[in-house]
């Protein structure tokens, strides 16, 4: 079993910064990739930023350029730095874990990023 734990939501003004960070445990074996989905009320989760275990990255549409995505395998975790952050960013950041044959996801608990002035 794998445990995810996020930290690092808030509130923020437009144009604000926030890092996320989350720490994975448990069972870890051939990771696939490590990173960041969101959702909306009334939205579907969406990609934010992935990297996998060769540390390529991948970003969803409205955060490239603004976001960055980075992972430290060493300690099993996953940050997200957010700049210039919208409105349209508020959501609950969901960090995930993607491992084994089955590439099989884990999901941390959610932590709430809210941008308003």
């Known amino acids: 079993q794998v445990t995810l734990v996020e930290s690092g939501g808030g509130l923020v003004q437009p144009g604000g910064s926030l890092r996320l960070s989350c720490v994975a445990s448990?069972?870890?074996?051939?990771?696939?990739?490590m990173g960041w989905y969101r959702q909306a009320p009334g939205k579907q989760r969406e990609l934010v930023a992935q990297?996998?275990?060769?540390?390529?990255?991948t970003y969803g549409r409205s955060v490239k350029g603004r976001f960055t995505v980075s992972r430290d395998g060493a300690k099993n975790t996953v940050s997200l730095q957010m700049n210039s952050l919208e409105p349209e960013d508020t959501a609950l950041y969901f960090c995930?874990?993607?491992?084994?044959?089955?590439?099989?996801?884990?999901w941390g608990q959610g932590t709430q990023v809210t941008v308003s002035s």
């Open positions: 990297v996998d275990s060769g540390d390529s990255t």
């Open positions: 448990g069972f870890i074996f051939r990771l696939k990739s």
């Open positions: 995930n874990l993607q491992q084994g044959a089955e590439w099989t996801n884990y």
